[in-house]
């Protein structure tokens, strides 16, 4: 039987017990694959109803394949990061460690691999939702050999292989030659709260309500003339726990016709609710229409936190 401490111990050291990682699974019952040769070399790609969403980083520079055809890129600018879907977040389960009580439930064989299965129950004082979703116990499946995930929270892995060679093509740029491609680089324009709605010239809207702690930190308007879009952002203390930012404009408007994720129905509002996971961070993207406007939030709150706030978004500033 495999002692409950020799498993610990594999997560722990799970940073140190591979170099590269090939893998393919399911998440949400749908197909993803993924190539993995350290944080900035990583290749996911994600089968959907319309098509395949391929994320390709290599060092500083991203781009990203919509199963409709568009791309997007940094251009290489390390300011700008991007969330790779499902997939790496199970490389790195450290964080369970101080946001879990984790118990050993079985073993069993996962992906061909020796696994211990463990039932995961949020502690009250950790700093569950950023990593892992809802506040709920949950099993996840860990190899015993290199401490990661193999299981967790509606992903899975289903063939996985460890410090294979992995051809370099493979983190090359997915996008064809004269694929349309928009570029995250073309940065927008940060202005002072009061002057940003007279300056986008369209009705703005804030949420009546927001958690303890809020505190205003930025606004982003399109690099547009006139801007497409306007954006609030806020942190929230003590010690800029979670983040929250909200867009609103024309331009989301204009994205509803490819928004992807799953459905969430709440106060008779449709949400389409997309998760990114990356090395660190977790968030959770929901775009809907409220008040005839499209609007998109992005935060690391927990998801109810995030449909309550979207519910209390009320009349123009």
Request: proline content about 8%.
């Amino acid at each position: 039987m495999t002692a409950l401490a020799e498993v610990l111990e594999a997560i722990h050291t799970s940073h140190r017990r591979f170099r590269k990682v090939r893998a393919a699974g399911l998440v949400g019952g749908r197909p993803w694959r993924m190539w993995w040769a350290g944080p900035m070399d990583v290749r996911t790609e994600e089968e959907r109803d319309e098509g395949v969403r391929v994320i390709v980083q290599a060092g500083d520079r991203w781009w990203i394949r919509e199963p409709g055809g568009k791309g997007h890129t940094n251009e290489g600018d390390p300011n700008v990061r991007v969330g790779f879907g499902p997939g790496p977040e199970l490389l790195r389960p450290r964080p369970l460690l101080g946001s879990t009580i984790l118990q050993y439930v079985e073993e069993a064989t996962i992906a061909g691999r020796r696994a211990a299965i463990l039932r995961a129950s949020p502690r009250s004082d950790g700093d569950f939702g950023r990593w892992w979703g809802s506040g709920d116990p949950f099993d996840v499946a860990i190899d015993l050999e290199r401490g990661i995930a193999l299981r967790a929270h509606g992903i899975e892995m289903t063939e996985v292989a460890f410090d294979e060679e992995i051809a370099a093509s493979v983190f090359s740029s997915p996008l064809s030659p004269g694929q349309p491609v928009e570029s995250t680089a073309r940065r927008p324009r940060e202005v002072p709260w009061e002057q940003a709605v007279a300056l986008v010239g369209f009705p703005a809207r804030l949420p009546r309500s927001l958690p303890d702690g809020a505190r205003p930190t930025r606004c982003l308007v399109s690099p547009d003339d006139p801007p497409g879009w306007i954006g609030h952002s806020w942190t929230f203390d003590p010690g800029g726990r979670y983040r929250l930012s909200i867009r609103q404009g024309p331009d989301h408007a204009e994205r509803a016709g490819r928004l992807g994720g799953r459905l969430v129905s709440r106060g008779g509002i449709e949400f389409h609710v997309e998760e990114y996971r990356g090395e660190g961070f977790r968030s959770e993207n929901v775009a809907f229409e409220l008040h005839g406007t499209w609007f998109e939030i992005s935060s690391d709150l927990p998801l109810e936190t995030i449909l309550d706030i979207a519910l209390s978004i009320g009349g123009e500033t």
